[in-house]
């Protein structure tokens, strides 16, 4: 299973971005999509998640500014990120969890900065 993450990039505060993970095994299989986050000295955190019935979960820190869908026919999701500010730096990773074990993505760069 690979996962392939682009989206990344340079924004300026209160700008939007929109990442894609594209997962090369069908996601109807997936018990769980997320999206986490590591910046610069910092441990990763979960930004959000997504169930196979469709039930989604933000962290406190992006509620009301992310969004994630899927797009179950292209097998990818995505995270619409927007009213991005300086602390959402940091590299954003994929994860696909299955029955039979849990896959990462190598992660984008996300950059928040005038």
């Known amino acids: 299973v690979h996962l392939v993450e682009s989206g990344g990039g340079l924004v300026q505060p209160g700008g939007s971005l929109r990442l894609s993970c594209a997962v090369s095994?069908?996601?109807?299989?997936?018990?769980?999509m997320s999206w986490y986050r590591q910046a610069a000295g910092n441990s990763r955190e979960l930004v959000a998640d997504?169930?196979?019935?469709?039930?989604?979960n933000y962290a406190v820190a992006v509620k009301g500014r992310f969004t994630l869908s899927r797009n179950n026919a292209k097998d990818t999701v995505f995270l619409q990120m927007n009213s991005l500010r300086a602390e959402d730096t940091a590299v954003y990773y994929c994860?696909?969890?299955?029955?039979?074990?849990?896959?990462w993505g190598q992660g984008t760069q996300v950059t928040v900065s005038s």
């Open positions: 994860r696909a969890e299955f029955n039979t074990g849990i896959y």
């Open positions: 095994d069908s996601i109807w299989s997936i018990i769980r």
């Open positions: 997504i169930t196979n019935s469709g039930r989604t």
